[in-house]
């Protein structure tokens, strides 16, 4: 009887595609021919922890691997880790968290990233656990046996344990515990691979011990590379501003996207798309304006659809790339009686209007020539310039911030 799944390279071309390191390396091939013979999918793994996640590009890069798995036939398990959540992944960080949250925030937090994460995965397809089902019923004499299976000389060869050691910073025994969680999920699900980042490499390999221990199979542990953000150097986050959130509209996007660096632009397209290397390549090898717009509409079209995707290449084009007008232009009321004379000094209209916070900073923009006047976008000449304040006019600030005045 004929094998449900495809031939193993093909399966090995599109799911190595993007990833950093496979370990084992050579086990990989092996387990997806054994799972042809036998017509049993193998059990992808990828947990996440539900601390309040607005989820964005970066994220999606392991979550699209599993989108690949599902679509080869094999079963997506997401461990929404509610448990792991109240210790807090200590994964890079050089300090304890200062807040663990509490069990009503984290389901919180869990329902909305569920209904986040169907913009990539079938959930419909894939087993949801929550890793508080297991740890919730665990006697302490239990936790205690587990514990004994890890050394603390283990643990210490963590790249972030090891640096707060050295520097004489705390480790708290509750971050001790993280990672032998996150190894043990693997046993309760009986893991085949794991996915995640090259920072979760100590934990893929723990959980390939305690299965050992346990008799099971050993996982094997995929690591994709860390999305920049862009900047084009930092990783791709909230905190740093830096990031493109899949439940933006597709205009944000767009905008976002056309800032990006062309540093950066092949790795988005081989993380966030499908389209054949050499073909990126000649795209990139032209001009970065259009290689951007189709990535920008390749992506966009995954969390929203081909229409928007281009209703929002189109916009952009219009009112940004070329010479229209924005469709939606916000209106500044301004007092006639600031204007005896109807005009006013450049740097102080900026600052009324509150497209610069401070006349040092305006007068920075006018000498870089980035304040501009009406339709035509005339740059303003000097700080000092007295400007005809007319009821409509059309105030830029760079290509971003900008204003119609309304005088009453």
């Known amino acids: 009887m004929p094998s449900a799944f495809p031939p193993v390279a093909e399966q090995l071309r599109i799911l190595t595609r993007g990833v950093e390191k496979i370990v084992p390396d050579d086990e990989l091939p092996r387990k997806l021919e054994h799972s042809r013979q ?21 994220h999606t890069v392991p979550l699209r691997k599993i989108r690949q798995f599902q679509d080869l036939g094999h079963q997506a398990v997401i461990i929404l880790g509610n448990y792991t959540a109240m210790v807090g992944d200590p994964s890079g960080r050089d300090e304890a968290r200062s807040r663990r949250l509490t069990e009503a925030e984290v389901e919180s937090n869990a329902r909305d990233y569920l209904a986040q994460v169907g913009k990539v995965i079938d959930l419909s397809r894939a087993e949801v656990h929550r890793n508080g089902d297991w740890f919730g019923r665990m006697s302490f004499a239990q936790v205690l046996a ?30 001790c515990l993280y990672p032998v969680m996150q190894a043990w999920d693997s046993v309760e699900i009986r893991s085949d691979v794991e996915l995640g980042g090259t920072e979760q490499l100590y934990s893929f390999m723990l959980a390939r011990d305690l299965q050992a221990q346990e008799g099971l199979p050993q996982q094997i542990g995929m690591m994709s590379p860390i999305l920049v953000g862009l900047d084009g150097v930092r990783r791709m986050g909230k905190s740093l501003g830096n990031y493109i959130g899949i439940s933006e509209s597709p205009f944000e996007m767009m905008k976002k996207f056309m800032q990006l660096p062309d540093t950066a632009m092949r790795m988005f397209f081989e993380l966030l798309t499908e389209i ?53 232009i916000p209106e500044v009321r301004l007092r006639r009686e600031t204007l005896p004379d109807g005009n006013m000094p450049a740097v102080r209209l900026l600052t009324e209007l509150a497209l610069c916070s401070s006349g040092s900073e305006a007068r920075r923009l006018i000498a870089q020539g980035g304040a501009r006047l009406g339709p035509d976008k005339v740059a303003v000449e000097s700080a000092d310039q007295a400007i005809r304040v007319d009821d409509g006019l059309l105030v830029w600030a760079g290509k971003k911030k900008f204003c119609r005045v309304r005088l009453e």
């Not at 036998?38 to 970066?58: A, F, N, Q």
């Not at 995954?302 to 469709?327: C, F, K, M, V």
């Open 146 to 175: 587990l514990c004994g299976r890890v050394t603390v000389a283990q643990l210490l060869t963590r790249d972030d344990f090891a640096r707060r050691y050295r520097d004489e910073r705390p480790i708290f025994l509750h971050e």
């Open 38 to 58: 036998t017509g049993t999918p193998l059990r992808v793994k990828y947990g996440i922890d539900p601390t309040g996640i607005d989820v964005h590009l970066g």
């Open 276 to 328: 054949p290397l050499d073909e990126a390549d000649r795209l990139l090898s032209g001009h970065p304006k259009e290689a951007k717009v189709t990535l920008a509409k390749h992506v966009i079209a995954q969390y929203h659809d081909a229409r928007q995707a281009e209703e929002a290449a189109t916009r952009w084009q219009n009112e940004i790339g070329g010479s229209g007008l924005p469709a939606d």
